[in-house]
């Protein structure tokens, strides 16, 4: 309830009475209290025309996303001129006053993105995106590991220490299972992965250290199994 507005009792009690020995202490419902304003507008709702009538509501809420579309127009923007970074005008104007979700479908934009094979974005594109939004200073932790995870699927080397910062700081498996898998897959950032875990292994939780640890084997095998093919080919 607001403190700075006339309240109106919704239900009463709040004391505590004692009950008849050997029956222990009972309590009655505390006392509610809402805004005088609050209190006058669901008085004035029709429940039962609400529940009961037929058709749609009088009041539907706005779905129009208006926010996340905003979002996605100008990640669009970017993929498009992918191949022509210079055409793409970038300034921290362009997420004045977005929210951290705003951020998230954003990067979640060219996450998504289905490149053709054997393409990722361009570490140009990646600077340059990174010199007008700041991605990389970033301490919120949604934004950071969806940063994270493109740049590394991009093989942008640069962001190699900002990622063992991340993964090792905090232990969360949402962020650190699919960032050493990225790391782990990627051209720049395999063998510190490997190293990476080696060495704070023992500060994560049980669960989370084996998950990542057969993670990293899978890996490990994989990359194995590409170098004898490429060893077979010459």
């Known amino acids: 309830a607001d403190s700075n507005s006339p309240a109106s009792p919704v239900r009463d009690g709040g004391k505590k009475s004692k009950g008849k ?15 005088a304003a609050t209190y006058k507008q669901v008085q004035g709702i029709n429940w039962i025309e609400l529940f009961c009538s037929t058709g749609m509501p009088k009041h539907v809420p706005d779905y129009s996303n208006s926010l996340s579309d905003t979002a996605v127009k100008l990640a669009r923007a970017w993929i498009e001129n992918m191949n022509n970074v210079s055409a793409i005008q970038a300034s921290p104007d362009d997420m004045k006053g977005w929210s951290s979700q705003q951020i998230q479908i954003f990067l979640e934009e060219f996450i998504n ?3 053709p094979e054997g393409t990722n974005f361009s570490v140009e594109l990646l600077t340059k995106m990174d010199e007008a939004y700041s991605f990389t200073k970033s301490q919120n932790s949604e934004i950071m590991f969806r940063w994270q995870t493109l740049c590394l699927r991009s093989n942008m080397e640069s962001i190699i220490p900002y990622v063992v910062s991340f993964i090792t700081g905090q232990g969360r498996m949402k962020f650190i299972r699919p960032l050493y898998r990225a790391m782990g897959m990627s051209k720049v950032g395999g063998k510190v992965a490997l190293a990476t875990f080696q060495q704070f292994k023992n500060a994560y939780h049980p669960i989370a250290r084996k998950m990542v640890e057969a993670d990293l084997v899978k890996i490990a095998a994989l990359h194995k199994e590409e170098e004898e093919e490429d060893d077979g080919n010459y």
């Open 21 to 35: 020995k050997g029956k222990g202490k009972t309590t009655t419902p505390a006392t509610l209290t809402v805004s």
């Open 113 to 115: 993105h289905t490149l």
